[in-house]
């Protein structure tokens, strides 16, 4: 067994496994476009194909959600880091982050809130459920349609190819990048030489 040493739970180390930063993109009744940066996301399953995001309480973006019940979970690349870190320190109830970032609000096909057109993917959502846990709700989207950028695709063009992609991810309140492939679900394990 290797050594261990325990840790306190502050924030830096409740981040140790990464996480998809995504910029979510969403509107209020009368509210212009807004986007939040959120580095607590991921898949919370597969039928319903539901997204879960922690959104910190009183959120600004978390009260337009719920007024229209729809947003767009996109997500940026590595080398779109300043972008996606400038829309988490800022609050849109003051600036419209779309006009300000030079980000472009795309028309959605099955919701009323945008997504970002710059972003290699966007997941157009319908408010599924709120948990509320405590600093943060729990929010669940049910995915209704993908978008995803064209040089992104697999050489097939049926699939997400990662490495065109290079999604930014948060891991210990950092953004990364991911680096190489190691092996398929269910196949790595041959890496170890195992049947």
Known sequence: MREKTVLPNTWNNLW??????VMVSCVGAKARPNIITLGASGIACARPPLISLAFGVGRYSLELIKETGDFAV??????QA??????????GRNVDKFRDGALTAAASRSIASPFIGECPVAFECTLWR?????????????????????DALSSAGDSLDPA?????VSIQLEYWDLGQRRGRWGEARHLLGKP
Do not use: M, R, Y
């Open 82 to 91: 300043a972008i996606t870190d400038w829309c988490g320190t800022i609050s």
């Open 16 to 21: 140790p496994l990464p996480a998809t930063t």
């Open 74 to 79: 996109n997500i940026p690349s590595g080398d």
């Open 130 to 150: 709120i948990v509320p846990c405590g600093s943060h709700d729990l929010v669940l989207g049910e995915v209704q349609c993908v978008h995803v950028d064209t």
């Open 164 to 168: 065109k992609f290079n999604p930014l």
